[in-house]
């Protein structure tokens, strides 16, 4: 037809996600350009290799609606959808890539949602717990072994039963086993609570629905939850999984990691227990944190 050009192919289903790709030539982020470009090149090539039927397609937009609509103030539906697709935890290795010298990360989880309260060297995070006491002792260094004074050790866990305070508004005090701790001038930080226990995550929503339809489990192996930061160096979130936990080769969003296993041997020592101010037998294990040393910036 006169007057009229064509900027490039047409449509088809050969050419599709070259035709959408393009459509993205002239995005002004370069960095937002190469995302969406790439997106477009593998999602239908996806589509393409499953001939996603119509049917299909309709129920993955009702799937992806109802995961928006369990969102609230505590839960974060979308956060499960990624961990259980492994999504989140390659996004974290990938930005906090550790060449063997310091701790490995794993997934944040989506039970983050309250600032942990400051609390004193070896404060007790356990308010109202009922679970095996536990000292938790560790040091936070650099990347040559220097120690790293005044990091912030933020960690949070569940309790005896699997389950958060955030979960149980009501049952458990607010704040209850979550702390942040100050190290010492040698890095050195301690804490008391109790072993934690092995969990389900919330699997009553959409995502529940995907792991039962693949004959997946929701659990999660007992761990305790460590975010560390400090002045110069980059922060690192990670987890301190309990040796032995059931799940501990099988969890429901791959967090798991070799490095971060650890024993928590049964100690019988009045004398020890009384100093730490837990019941006897108790619990221990001890998680020395590496970081790495922040980028500096080009003057």
Same mark, same amino acid.
């Given at each position: ?22 459509? +993205? ?10 995302? #969406?470009?790439? #997106?477009?090149?593998? #999602? ?45 935890? !390659? ?35 356990? #308010? ?20 790293? %004074?005044? *990091? ?16 149980? %508004? ?31 995550? %919330? ?7 995907? !792991? ?13 939850? +460590? ?46 227990? *009384? ?6 037998? +108790?619990?221990?294990?001890? +998680? ?12």
């Amino acid at each position: 037809m006169s007057g009229t050009t064509t900027a490039g192919p047409m449509f088809s289903e050969e050419r599709s996600g070259e035709v959408v790709a393009a459509s +993205f030539e002239n995005t002004p982020d370069p960095r937002l350009k190469q995302v #969406l470009t790439s #997106l477009a090149h593998h #999602l239908h090539a996806f589509v393409k290799d499953v001939e996603l039927t119509e049917e299909e397609w309709e129920t993955a937009v009702a799937f992806l609606t109802r995961t928006g609509q369990m969102c609230d103030d505590v839960r974060q539906e979308f956060i499960l959808l990624s961990d259980v697709l492994g999504v989140s935890m !390659l996004v974290e290795t990938i930005n906090h890539r550790t060449g063997g010298v310091s701790t490995e990360s794993t997934v944040l989880g989506p039970f983050h949602m309250v600032e942990s309260p400051p609390r004193a060297p070896g404060a007790d995070i356990a #308010l109202a717990s009922k679970g095996p006491p536990c000292l938790v002792t560790g040091r936070v260094t650099g990347p040559d072994g220097e120690p790293v %004074p005044a *990091a912030l050790v933020d960690v949070w866990q569940a309790n005896e039963e699997g389950f958060y305070d955030v979960q149980q %508004p009501g049952v458990q005090p607010e704040t209850n086993l979550r702390g942040l701790f100050t190290a010492d001038d040698d890095g050195r930080f301690w804490f008391r609570s109790i072993v934690p226990r092995y969990y389900p995550i %919330p699997d009553d929503g959409p995502v529940g629905e995907l !792991l039962a339809a693949t004959g997946r489990h929701p659990n999660r192996p007992a761990h305790v939850h +460590f975010i560390v930061t400090a002045a110069g160096y980059a922060p690192v979130t990670t987890h301190l999984f309990v040796e032995g936990s059931p799940y501990i080769d099988s969890d429901a969003v791959f967090g798991v990691k070799e490095s971060l296993i650890r024993e928590f041997p049964l100690v019988d020592d009045p004398e020890r227990a *009384a100093r730490a101010g837990l019941a006897n037998p +108790f619990h221990t294990v001890h +998680f020395d944190v590496t970081l790495q040393r922040e980028p500096r910036s080009a003057p």
